[in-house]
């Protein structure tokens, strides 16, 4: 048996909406892993401490902000798969895993950023633990999404 025009389109539809999911997931981990691990640390390896820390704190709200936008897109992308597909196991981790991380980085932006610009040098380190915890859950969550979304 063939498929139906209705079928062929919705298994289109299914591939287009995992594809989106996985390019927003796939950027944002190489976003992090890029700036975690190459930029950040060159920075501070190439400039005094407080020249890279005016930088860094430059760069955060905005990574966070794109952050939070493809967690979001990646999440809204499994909401659309689980509307159209059924809600599975997959598709419902992706979806938790991706607003985790979605999440994590808007309380970053919105929530840690504001407490570190006005805490000044002294709360610095508290702060920037709390904020590479939160950097790190969002890796996590970010992998764990990326392995557990399911191909059509």
Known sequence: MGRTPLGAGMALLDA?????????????????????FVAA????????EADAGRV??????RYYEV???LG???ALAGVARAATA??????????ALSALAAGTAAY????LVPRMEDAGEDAFQRYHRRSVLLNGVAMVAVAGALVASPLP
């Not at 640390?41 to 005094?48: I, M, S, W």
């Not at 059924?86 to 979806?95: E, Q, T, Y």
């Open 72 to 74: 979001a897109a990646a």
């Open 67 to 69: 952050g939070v936008g």
């Open 16 to 36: 287009l909406l995992a594809l989106a999911a996985d390019a927003a997931l796939g950027a944002w981990l190489g976003a992090m892993a890029f700036f975690s």
């Open 41 to 48: 640390p060159r920075v501070f390896g190439a400039l005094a």
């Open 56 to 61: 860094v704190n430059r760069i955060f709200p």
């Open 86 to 95: 059924g809600v599975d196991g997959p598709v419902l981790a992706l979806v």
């Open 108 to 111: 970053a932006r919105w929530g």
